[in-house]
């Protein structure tokens, strides 16, 4: 399949008439945020849920405004960023991968190593998680939808690790008509599929095992703009070396581009030497 790497040029200005927030005054405590929003949840009913949907769960209000407001500030800084891709037939769109967050969002690493948001997490999913490695650039990332066309098919986010993949998708800026479509209980052959879709807004929250989930973003129109934050937690960090070839060569191709991939990768063989 060939693959179209396009680079993408939007002034810093036109993305904020977009996006509209004011930038906060300073990042809130990850952890305290997060704890004082999900106390607030009846996570019992919700793990029930969860189970109940196959490993799938959508909260429409999830963070905290001020969380919500630091997310778009940092969406807004990274825009310069975004790598490009177009692979025909599947996807269209723009990534920034953690190596990215890391140097100029760290609020966002953070809110990803909070253990409150963890250990909550934990309680929906009945499984100890745990963050990937830091050779994963996929660990959390941002997606920009913002060319008429831009879009992501049908696929499952697939784990290579030795265990489960669990992704947290959380909204961040949607003014566009993109819905999340997926499709409940595929991998259960004893109970039919149940599809769904939905408009997540900033601030909302899908969680779901990445094997168990087929799902889609469907195409934005002209003039549309949506972002998107995932995360990324396992249950086994270990990758067998085969595997950590495909995971590398689908990021590079499919989101982040080679450089930012295998970059990384030299630089971390280069700290051990």
Known sequence: MSTQVE???????????????????AAPEADRVVAGRTRQFDTAG???SFADQ????????????EVTAQLVHS???????????????????????RHTIDRLAPFIAE????????????????????????????AYALYYYMRPGD?????????????????????VIDESSCRLDYELHTRNPDV????????????????????????????????????????????DPNMRPWRRFISN???????????QVFRQMIKGKGAGA
Do not use: C
């Open 7 to 25: 680079e993408h040029v939007v002034s810093q200005a036109s993305f904020q008439q977009v996006s509209g927030a004011p930038a906060p005054a």
């Open 46 to 48: 919700l793990h029930k």
């Open 54 to 65: 196959g490993a799938f769960l959508y909260m429409e209000d999830f963070l905290a405004p």
């Open 75 to 97: 969406a807004r800084a990274l825009l310069d960023e975004v790598n490009r891709n177009y692979l025909p037939g599947h996807k269209q769109g723009g990534s920034v991968s």
């Open 111 to 138: 809110l990803y190593r909070s253990k409150e948001l963890i250990g909550w997490l934990e309680q929906l999913s009945g499984d100890k998680l745990m963050v990937s490695p830091a050779d994963d650039p996929h």
């Open 151 to 171: 879009h992501i098919g049908w696929h499952y986010d697939t784990s290579y690790y030795d265990g489960r993949r669990y992704t947290l998708l959380l909204g």
């Open 192 to 235: 039919p599929d149940v599809p769904g879709s939905v408009q997540i807004p900033p601030g909302g929250l899908v969680f779901f095992d990445g094997d168990k989930l087929r799902h889609r973003i469907t195409p934005a129109a002209a003039n549309e703009f949506r972002v998107s934050l995932t995360f990324e937690y396992v249950t």
């Open 249 to 259: 060569m689908k990021d590079a191709i499919a989101y982040f581009g080679f450089r």
